[in-house]
């Protein structure tokens, strides 16, 4: 790759919902610059949300340098003449809609206009993946580049010292975290990222009446949501504050189960090598319930049939915000049989190559 010429490339990312399209955005922008040395320009549409997660930007800026990533605040409506010329490489992050000004300046400069889409287990993404597209209005050749949980993906994001920093990790610095967020080292730690539609103070009834003793990591903004009782006699709720990604990453790694949603803290979940419950983006008619079989099925093949079925039903319940106490019972009698899964599948899932790796070949063969 050295012989080649450098990449610079327009990564564009709306926010839609929450911090889950800037939160992809900003780790593959990361990954680009400090793994592989490329000139990134992020342009997205919303600073205060994306500030949350990058609190060194400054909201009164159009264009900044951040960690040497080029960040623009942009429009992308149709009229719109805020976004750079491109260069030669354009990533569209979930494939969204850009002006066809823009559209038609990246067909005259003839860049490779990849759209990067998201997340799925389904099998038909392995037939999708590198497939071309022509848009009907400008007549721009778009390519299809789907991350996924098979070689005939782009594979799952993940930056190059992820394992060597996970392996590194140790209980004196599992001991550090828990402290500083008000915990209790020595009991077990559930972390709850989830949709505010969950019935959240159902199921830490659930456990307390189970008199499973735990402590429950919350985000603050989600926490200031709930209505929770004072007279809980076996669990504790600690709300946290927002982290960077590099802390969450370890409030994972110190938890003895997580709850996660939507696709960015999915993967890391995947990455943290603990066991998970992943709860995907809600969507009309179902769908998302679609997505989350087929992750599952996937995920569980190298399962025994006893845990694949808890772990399946478990998920099903989360998503249809059902609290079987019996199945949360037997969740628990098996946490050591999860842990040693759920390690293995991302020992597994590290041997692939990672999303932004492939993307970068695939830039560098075209």
Not at 206 to 234: E, S, T
Request: glycine share 4%; charged share 25%; aromatic share 14%.
């Amino acid at each position: 790759m050295s012989n080649k010429s450098p990449i610079v490339c327009h990564l564009t990312c709306k926010v839609i919902d929450f911090f889950g399209d800037i939160g992809v955005a900003w780790r593959i922008a990361k990954q680009l610059k400090v793994d592989f040395n490329i000139e990134v320009h992020l342009l997205v549409d919303d600073l205060v949300t994306t500030k949350r997660l990058i609190p060194s930007i400054d909201l009164s800026l159009q264009k900044q340098t951040i960690n040497g990533i080029n960040i623009y605040h942009c429009d992308f409506s149709e009229d719109s003449t805020s976004l750079p010329p491109p260069p030669d490489f354009v990533f569209n992050l979930f494939n969204i809609d850009l002006p066809h000004s823009y559209k038609t300046l990246i067909k005259r400069k003839k860049s490779k206009y990849i759209a990067i889409e998201y997340l799925s287990a389904e099998p038909w993404v392995d037939n999708f993946h590198l497939k071309p597209s022509i848009d009907p209005q400008s007549g721009l050749i778009k390519t299809f580049f789907y991350p996924g949980f098979t070689n005939q993906t782009g594979g799952l994001i993940r930056e190059k010292g992820l394992f060597l920093r996970r392996e590194a990790f140790d209980q004196s610095r599992r001991k550090e975290l828990i402290q500083s967020l008000g915990g209790d080292p020595n009991l077990y730690s559930i972390s709850l990222f989830y949709y505010p539609i969950q019935k959240i103070e159902v199921f830490l009834d659930v456990i307390d009446h189970i008199k499973k003793p735990a402590q429950f990591f919350i985000p603050q903004y989600l926490f200031d949501l709930l209505k929770l009782k004072n007279n809980y006699q076996f669990i504790h709720i600690i709300p946290y504050p927002f982290l960077n990604h590099d802390d969450f990453d370890i409030l994972l790694w110190s938890c003895d189960l997580n709850f996660v949603r939507g696709e960015d803290s999915w993967t890391r979940a995947i990455w943290a090598g603990k066991p998970f419950i992943w709860q995907p983006y809600i969507q009309e008619n179902d769908i998302h319930l679609i997505k989350l079989k087929a992750f599952l099925k996937r995920y569980c093949e190298a399962c025994d049939q006893d845990l694949s079925e808890i772990l399946i039903k478990m998920h099903d319940d989360w998503s249809n915000n059902k609290f079987n106490e019996v199945l949360w019972r037997d969740f628990f009698k098996q946490q050591a049989r999860l842990e040693a899964f759920v390690l293995k599948q991302s020992h597994h899932y590290f041997k692939e190559a990672s999303f932004v790796d492939s993307l970068v070949d695939y830039c560098y063969e075209t």
